[in-house]
């Protein structure tokens, strides 16, 4: 069996995700099954200083000889790196892109890809002038739980999928003490949607849209509803209804809901007291699939169809086992089952990328990305939210 190939990534921030995701790439890829690559955390860089990266390092068990940079600047020019993951909140993702783009740089960017469509285009060109991977990184859509799910409707034992209710929320009721907090802060591109709704369009599209024939697939009608968050302007709680256009042989026009709030989650509580009932319903005529909480990190199915079936399916996150000091959340709350995060699935997409000369996501492409954004940009458009032009702006100056 020829040895793994080794993938050398570069991490530009140093928070929670960042933090998840640099302790996941040293997971031993065996424990998913995973032969053909292996990955090194070889720099990181944080915007403040450099030993801060330092720190970052130490705390994701990186090589002895991994770099540590005190600019995003100096990180895209280090020639031992071949793909940076980008982890600063969305309000800076297209800058930063764009710096490593135009270092020649390949990119998995954390989702929400860029603020708007109009950035996420540029970020798209921009790749393919240089011939470079660009991801957006929606972990969700790596998961083999995604992967079941999307054979199943693929199979036909659902009939066609005709409607897809998803809701992810987050336990936000308390309110927020400081307007400048990164969910409210619109300097940041506050609000839910970009952070939270996002999640439930991607379990839309992954069971509407991506399955269908490339050169079939329509841009779905949107209207929606927004409730603005009253200190800032931000949008607090938004429902979008999605109508998908479909040929009678791919069983006609299918519907879809994606809500998505602040303060309404009660998932965490409900689980805990065993209570939990699903979030995601894919529905067509002969059955559905249910899926359990949380919606951008589920380990529980059940698929339920009229035949009498009832098939209900854990999938645990595999890792290092029990006391090896993983985390959960977003690397600071203690795993109790000691396993991973699950964000080495998509850093295993981008690294087979590499490999195979691919420049985008297998399970979600930049033309997808692109028509998320859109949808985004019509939802926040209609409910007259609006971001500081710094934010939104197309225009990129280089770091120094």
């Not at 302790?23 to 955390?41: A, N, Y």
């Not at 705390?59 to 100096?74: E, Q």
């Not at 710096?99 to 540029?122: I, P, Y």
């Amino acid at each position: 069996m020829p040895e793994p190939k080794t993938i050398r990534w570069g991490i530009l921030a140093t928070g929670g995700i960042a933090k998840a995701f640099g302790r996941d790439l040293s997971i031993d890829p065996s424990t998913r099954s995973v032969s053909d690559i292996r990955h090194e955390l070889v720099a990181a860089a944080s915007s403040t200083s450099k030993s801060k990266a330092e720190d970052f390092l130490r705390h994701c068990d990186a090589p002895t000889h991994a770099k540590a940079y005190g600019s995003y600047a100096d990180l895209v020019q280090d020639p031992d790196v071949e793909v940076i993951y980008i982890a600063t909140p969305h309000s800076h993702h297209y800058q930063n892109a764009m710096l490593c783009l135009s270092a020649g740089k390949n990119v998995l960017c954390e989702k929400a890809f860029t603020v708007n469509a109009k950035q996420a285009r540029k970020l798209a060109e921009k790749a393919r002038e240089k011939n470079l991977l660009l991801m957006e990184g929606l972990w969700t859509r790596y998961f083999p739980l995604s992967l079941s799910i999307r054979e199943v409707i693929e199979s036909g034992r659902l009939g066609p999928v005709e409607r897809v209710l998803a809701e992810h929320s987050l336990p936000y009721a308390g309110g927020f003490e400081s307007d400048n907090h990164i969910m409210v802060n619109p300097a940041l591109a506050g609000g839910i949607l970009l952070d939270g709704g996002i999640y439930s369009l991607t379990w839309v599209f992954q069971a509407l849209y991506s399955p269908q024939p490339s050169s079939s697939r329509q841009r779905p009608i949107v209207k929606s509803a927004v409730a603005k968050y009253n200190r800032t302007g931000v949008d607090a709680m938004t429902t979008i209804l999605l109508e998908f256009p479909r040929s009678e042989e791919q069983g006609g026009v299918a519907h879809a809901v994606a809500s998505t709030s602040l303060g309404l989650s009660n998932d965490a509580v409900a689980q805990k007291a065993g209570a939990g009932v699903p979030n995601i319903r894919i529905q067509g005529q002969y059955g559905e699939i249910q899926v359990f909480p949380p919606a951008y990190r589920p380990t529980r199915t059940r698929l339920v169809l009229k035949d009498g079936t009832i098939d209900d399916k854990e999938w645990p996150q595999p890792g290092p086992g029990e006391g090896s000091g993983w985390y959960n959340g977003y690397g600071s709350t203690p795993n109790p089952e000691g396993q991973g995060h699950g964000l080495f699935w998509e850093a295993d997409d981008a690294g087979r990328a590499l490999l195979e000369g691919r420049k985008e996501g297998s399970q979600l492409g930049l033309e997808e990305s692109v028509l998320i954004m859109e949808i985004m940009d019509q939802v926040r458009a209609e409910a007259g939210i609006t971001y500081p032009d710094e934010v939104e702006t197309a225009d990129f100056a280089i770091e120094t």
